[in-house]
């Protein structure tokens, strides 16, 4: 029995199950705390779709071997300046979400494409190298933001220079995927849109991993040795994966905000990476070992987390932001936890 | 037979021996950094349009307020685990001390002293807890103590924002919140540890340049003519010959500006502060002429040969991001004696990557760092954080550019300096695997 | 024999969870000689080493039988800082030293001699500074011994292996205590006039008493300064001569022979004029370890070559080299068309599979299953076992599984099924799964590297039986690369012996054995020049 049962924390995770029970005594508290658990389901469900997409960025970046991809800020301003692009051009509902996804597509190739050329030269330290690509990135687009000539009044602070902080999507596509199709039921919300838009890019990505492009890249990052005597060229195979990365953190930035309402700016995206790279890593995944459910599970996990342990906190403790903190530590604690494996040479 | 060979390892013999020739080339690709920090910083002076005196005074201080931070950083790159991001953790450990000392309202000198003492404790428990993480994440120590830092972080503000008040008591109304519990955001130290080492003594900046810079000249000067007849210790004429040539500007350098009647003349530096960080130098020159430094730098070098050889990797790795530990929380305290306010959740937070952008853009990378870089680096990052905002504003207009643009230098230099050191050892170990004959 | 030995080895056994790799060896070293140990790779030296040295591996798997004698006292030797208490040093094969550390440091290290000063007074032994002077004194004496010029003040990186070599062996006799030093092929680095110097330095160190065990191939070596010889093979002590008494040819032959089961009855008829399938032409490839320095060789339409030599001699770096897997120089001209370098893919599509000598590291995907495992190549190189929509494309799953199913069958592979990953295979199956790869390509020439290394009895004959079956089946020419001799002779049909990155000789499988032992060591050159060979 004490072997089955320790046999199963070893497959589950100890993280993992830690990180569980802490969100199931949460839920629990939050029951006796006499707060509104539907609402609390429902914020999990659209936190969990808004987040997902840019959690399953990761994906391509594990399976191509460049590890987690800490510079996942990259992709997100390019999907930031798509959505500019969208609101400047003044369109509105599903035509301004399409054309912020499609102006950011070429940008975020492109910036994947060079980005990935430089990690096939920092083999072994992506990740720190990618941490301050990213960080970099994010700084030389606040300058940006500064510079860019865009005109339209709501993007834009109505005086002095530059672009507004936040960018709101009302009347734009706010809510747009949330409200598709949403349903309610025993008094939780479903924003069925939003799920259904993570899920199908989930489903792309599993096709994608199943056509011969995918699995040669994933040979490529499981085993670069093994790959090369296979003939496969592993730096392309890793180019192929960051781009992909990039370019689904610039998706992904855009379901986010039409989410939220508002496009972030300056300061915003640079922390966004470590966020996704910790959900993964609760979702079970490791530097280079990566699946779709570890995507969806994790993001549950993490945003659940987060969204519940708010309201429990505030009722507990008034002053400050203790959900902030449980989010430091639990986003640092996870990441650094799945370090301290890396060089153990644990599988 | 050993006879008929001798001439062959003669011959062998004379071309190991390195000569010491300029490549120009190799100096410009290894100095690459900062090279191009040398040339943002030109033009940013000239576009920033300053008066001398200004920025010179502004270096000045922030030479002595930031130097000792980045040469807290030397002894781990020596011991061969990166940059210490997680120099952060030792900031925070100076600044629970000093909290205290504000708490006890022990001010002045006496309170400062006392926060180097309390922090020490402190500082020695995160260093030790850090070495372990560090010794389980071999090979990926930066991205650690970064994010480890990260982590450290979280508990801080919990224990900041949360603990006080509830689970430690302190009754303490310029200190916590109005709500009884957390450390307010912003400590004015004021009535504090303000100016506790910089106002003992401060004289003219100068002067002390000229004398400091005749004592160097006569010492390199000296090692100058001793190496040069050494066969082997020639290889490091050029660094002799070098400090020489900077010594000697220095004094032509002094006393012209003492000779111009200018209000850079006039300019003043705390006595007792860079006394401090002299003693700093002086203590990382001393512990690698010990058996520690040489534990260092075998481990630094190679750990699977220092282990062979019976020295406890480990260990030496620890004690490394102790003394790092510690020498950051004694730094922190300088630069907050010298700011006058502590900002309870933000003071540490960029700590770590000024520092490690600060030694690398004096052309220390990631396996190598000396004092002159950490200085040389130390002064091209406040200069271009004096310069930038100014020139900004010239350039486009807007202030708030250059302010962003410095941003972007630090975590951009970091970015660049590992990157290209990632690099070179990728084409280093191609190259070894290739000419391995 | 009553004389007092330095070390005395006495019936040394050692086994491995029930696999006996020592069987009964004794060894006895006299101060001031050299103590030559010969053996074939896995004749059993090196875990005869690591007893000597108390090497954790041997005592966490149950330790040793005999005993070991110093000075005629039974020690115990448990960890390798007993092995250093007692005397006994090793000059390592891969070099100990710091590239950024001076002749001296290096010799010193861990070494160094401190003197006091203020601040160790408070904080005790590690804040003793270096005595430089007096480090570089004990160093210059320990190099001026071996009779070697280096500075010992300068720095090591950029200094010629030779030099490497003896610093490390100065850094070992500079330990006061040393009566005991191993040579572990401490001239396989080095260049002629360089190993010259080592004999020579190692007569001085004799001279000082110190007593020498030399682990090497190159016979010419022992025979000039061995005044003892032990051979072992297959963990078994087979002679203990003294060098006066014996000569090269001997010990040769009795480092490697054997006898041979015969695998097939079969003899083929090798008169016919053979059509060349490849031909390798001054071929050298950069493989670290196994460089391969200018080969020249002929593979025939239909046979099994087999290639043979000690570890370390380039054996290894030739299907490497032709797969495109390392970086190669000369022509390899496969029916009749030159090859290109470095581009494995190309190689793959002509018809050309590897089966890899690092089974785990560059054979399988591990974590991937059997099936994935199998149809990868293919997938890639030919498409096959794909669905195409357009231009997406699937992974075609029944194919997949019929084939996978299908090769399951025919090479017999033990697994729960073809979704098994191949991680939880045993080393046999792993290697089936390589060989099914390998053949899902429809290879014209298959190379094979170390086929059975690290697995049973049992499955070792399978695997062969299995190669031997598409070579007369399927008339598919095998190139065989193994450090096993007698696996080579009871398969192939022709063999190359490689030695230091060339081919020594091509020997048919029933060939002495004293030729087969002269060839590895590298010696069969020689013996030739002066007219001693024997057919």
Known sequence: ?347 | MTDQNKPLLEDVKTSVIRKPTLNLKQIAFDNIVTIIFVVICFFGLILAKQPAAFVMNELVLRIARNSFLVLSLIIPVLAGMGLNFGIVIGAMAGQIALIAVTHWQITGMKGFLLAALISVPFALLFGWLTGKILNKTKGQEMITSMILGFFAMGLYQFLFLFLIGTLIPMDNPVLVLSGGVGIKNTIDLKDGILYALDGIYKTRFFPALAGFSVITAVFSLFKVFRVRKDEIERVRLPKYLMYTVLSLTGIVFSVVVLNSKSLVAMIKFPVATIFSILMLCAFNLFIVRTKLGQDFRTVGQDMHVAKVSGINVDRVRIISIMISTVLAAWGQLIFLQNIGTLNTYGSHEQVGMFAVASILIGGASVNKATIGQAILGTTLFHLMFIISPFAGKNLFGNAQIGEYFRVFVAYGVIGLSLGLHAWKTQIQAKRKQLGEE | MSEPYVLSMQDIQKDYFGNKVLKGVTINARAGEVHALLGENGAGKSTLMNILFGMPVIHSTGGYGGKIMIDGKEVQIKSPKDAMEHGIGMVHQEFMLIPGFTVTENIKLNREILKSNVVSALFGKSMKTLDRKAMNADARQAIDTLGVDINERQGVSGMPVGYMQFIEIAREIDKKNVRLLVFDEPTAVLTESEADTLLAAMRRICEAGIAILFITHRLEEVMAIARDITILRDGEQVAALEAAHTNVMEIAAMMVGREIEAMHSENRDVTKTPEILMEIKDFKVQMPGEQVKGVSLEVHKGEILGLGGLAGQGKIGIANGIMGLYPSTGTVLFKGEALPSSQPEVILKKGIAFVSEDRRGVGLLLDSSIEDNIVISSMHIHKRYIKKYGPVTQKNTGEIRDHANRMIKDLDIRCTGPEQPSRRLSGGNQQKVCIARALTLNPEILFVSEPTRGIDIGAKKLVLDTLIKLNRDHGMTIVMTSSELAELRSICDRIAIVTEGKIEGVLAPNDSDANFGLMMSGDYGKVIEKGEAIR
């Open chain 1, 1 to 347: 029995m004490k072997e089955r049962f320790q046999r199963f924390i070893h497959q589950f995770g100890l993280p993992r199950l830690i990180i569980l029970s802490f969100f199931l005594a949460l839920l629990v508290s939050a029951y006796f705390l006499k707060l509104p658990l539907n609402s609390l389901v429902s914020d999990t469900l659209v936190r969990t779709g808004m987040n997902g997409v840019l959690v399953l960025a990761m994906v391509p970046g594990i399976h191509s071997g460049i590890g987690l991809n800490f510079g996942l800020p990259l992709g997100i301003v390019c999907g930031l300046l798509g959505g500019l692009v969208s609101i400047e051009m003044n369109l509105i509902g599903i035509n301004g979400f399409i054309i912020a996804i499609l102006v950011s597509l070429p940008i975020a190739a492109v910036i994947g494409y060079l980005y990935g050329l430089m990690l096939n030269r920092v083999k072994g330290s992506e990740m720190l190298v990618a941490t301050y690509v990213g960080f970099s990135a994010v700084s030389l687009m606040n300058i940006a933001w500064l510079l860019l000539p865009f005109h339209s009044p709501e993007i834009k602070w109505p005086i002095g220079d530059g672009l507004r902080t936040t960018i709101t999507l009302t009347g734009k596509y706010d809510k747009l995927l949330n409200n598709f199709l949403d349903f309610k039921i025993f008094g939780v919300m479903v924003p069925t849109g939003l799920l259904l838009f993570f899920l199908a890019m989930c489903l792309l990505m599993f096709l994608f991993l199943r056509t011969r492009t995918g699995v040669m890249m994933s040979a490529a990052g499981i085993n670069p040795k093994f790959a090369a005597a296979t003939g496969i060229q592993v730096d392309r195979a890793r180019i192929i994966g960051t781009m992909l990365s990039t370019i689904l953190g610039a998706v992904g930035i855009i379901v986010y905000s039409q989410s939220y309402g508002f496009f972030q700016l300056y300061q915003a995206p640079m922390m966004m990476g470590f966020a996704a790279v910790a959900a993964i890593l609760i979702g079970g995944a490791s530097s280079h070992k990566a699946t779709l459910m570890h995507v969806i599970i994790g993001t549950f996990l993490f945003q659940g987390l987060l969204t519940v342990s708010l309201p429990v906190a505030n009722k507990i403790v008034t002053e400050g932001n203790l959900s902030e903190i449980a989010r430091i530590i639990v986003q640092n604690g996870i990441i650094l936890y799945s370090l301290t494996k890396v060089s153990n040479g644990g599988d």
